[in-house]
């Protein structure tokens, strides 16, 4: 089978990434695109996976974000039209779901993000099936499918696709100068995304940095997503010193999560690997997402901060939050090869 698989973040890239790497071993062909956006391209190319990158994300205006969409869209027709792909395989990315749909290609989706649902609205109704979490109600994403659509579920978090794979290396972390449990990851919100629309952060990313340096004696590592988080984060590093890292480009998330003493972020991927891993994570995006909540009932290590009060106290007690996970992860199922299933059973 020849899967064309297109990613948007650096968490898709990653998932991805394992998942190319798993159908390539099962004998299918793949074609990885991405968009230029942050590490995303870096993260699948530290797996060793080709990609082209077409397009990229605009910050701009809404017509900004419509002509960078509809460039890409015609790049991806070109590019795929002569790989001639049996299925694509995306998070619901409306560019990717349209040149599928226009070119016949059956469009499989996986999603954690019925709360996302400007492009769930847009991509779910081409996908011929759609692959997510136990975690999340059936209803949350079938309102989206077309009436006739495949639903499969599974028991388990699509941040297990790397984190059944990969063991956190205490040498990554010590070579880019940190030391292990001595040092907070801090993820500011996606702001520009459009399920932060009309929501208010309830946590200073910035000031809760400081925190970290100044009143706990630690390093922070920030991992800006927009330019805007660049300018401001490499201000707080002149302002505080050197216990402040802006990582830039692609990284080991595994390994950075999995030795921190806690990371907090405006998102959810990063803290969920972070607690699958037994780090103490939290997250301060106002609504709790089903999949969130699906990890901190299973015992994992995730919590929500909604002030910086509540995030510095998090903090204070991270240490004794700490998990043995591996008895957690075990009996729960491996996203790659429930994908690699569905791509052999819906399509093959």
Same mark, same amino acid.
């Given at each position: 089978m020849r899967v064309?698989?297109?990613?948007?973040? *650096?968490?898709?890239? !990653? $998932?991805?990434?394992?998942?190319?790497?798993?159908?390539?071993?099962?004998?299918?062909?793949?074609?990885?695109?991405?968009?230029?956006?942050?590490?995303?391209?870096?993260?699948?190319?530290?797996?060793?996976?080709?990609?082209?990158?077409?397009?990229?994300?605009?910050?701009?205006?809404?017509?900004?974000?419509?002509?960078?969409?509809?460039?890409?869209?015609?790049?991806?027709?070109?590019?795929?039209?002569?790989?001639? *792909?049996?299925a694509l395989l995306a998070y619901p990315n409306p560019p990717a779901a349209k040149v599928a749909y226009g070119l016949s290609i059956s469009y499989v989706a996986m999603t954690d993000s019925p709360h996302a649902v400007i492009p769930s609205r847009l991509a779910l109704p081409l996908a011929r099936a759609a692959v997510f979490s136990s975690c999340i109600p059936p209803d949350a994403i079938m309102k989206y499918l077309m009436e006739g659509s495949a639903v499969i579920q599974y028991n388990g978090f699509d941040e297990l696709s790397w984190v059944l794979r990969v063991k956190p290396k205490e040498s990554y972390v010590k070579g880019i100068g940190l030391e292990p449990g001595k040092y907070v990851v801090i993820r500011p919100h996606e702001f520009m995304a459009t399920y932060y629309r009309d929501v208010k952060a309830s946590?200073? *990313?910035?000031?809760?940095?400081?925190?970290?340096?100044?009143?706990?004696? $630690?390093?922070?590592?920030?991992? *800006?997503?927009? !330019?805007?988080h660049v300018r401001r984060a490499k201000s707080l590093r002149k302002e505080v010193g050197d216990r402040v890292h802006v990582l830039l480009g692609h990284y080991d998330g595994a390994s950075l999560t999995g030795h921190a003493h806690a990371v907090i972020t405006g998102g959810a991927s990063m803290a969920r690997e972070a607690a699958l891993y037994g780090t103490p994570a939290a997250i301060y995006y106002p609504r709790r997402l089903y999949v969130d909540e699906c990890i901190s009932r299973h015992g994992f290590p995730l919590f929500w901060v909604r002030s910086d009060e509540e995030a510095r106290e998090f903090l204070a007690r991270a240490?004794?939050?700490?998990?043995? !996970?591996?008895?957690?992860?075990?009996?729960l199922d491996d996203p790659a090869e429930v994908v690699a299933e569905v791509l052999e059973r819906v399509v093959g």
């Open positions: 064309w698989i297109d990613v948007m973040t *650096p968490k898709q890239a !990653t $998932m991805f990434g394992f998942i190319a790497r798993y159908l390539v071993e099962r004998g299918h062909e793949v074609l990885f695109t991405a968009r230029e956006y942050e590490s995303t391209a870096g993260a699948a190319r530290r797996l060793g996976i080709e990609v082209h990158v077409i397009g990229k994300y605009a910050e701009g205006e809404p017509v900004d974000k419509v002509v960078a969409d509809a460039e890409r869209e015609a790049g991806l027709a070109r590019l795929v039209w002569g790989f001639r *792909p049996d946590v200073d *990313p910035w000031e809760l940095a400081r925190f970290v340096c100044e009143e706990m004696g $630690m390093d922070v590592v920030i991992i *800006p997503r927009y !330019t805007a240490r004794d939050l700490r998990k043995n !996970t591996a008895a957690l992860l075990k009996g």
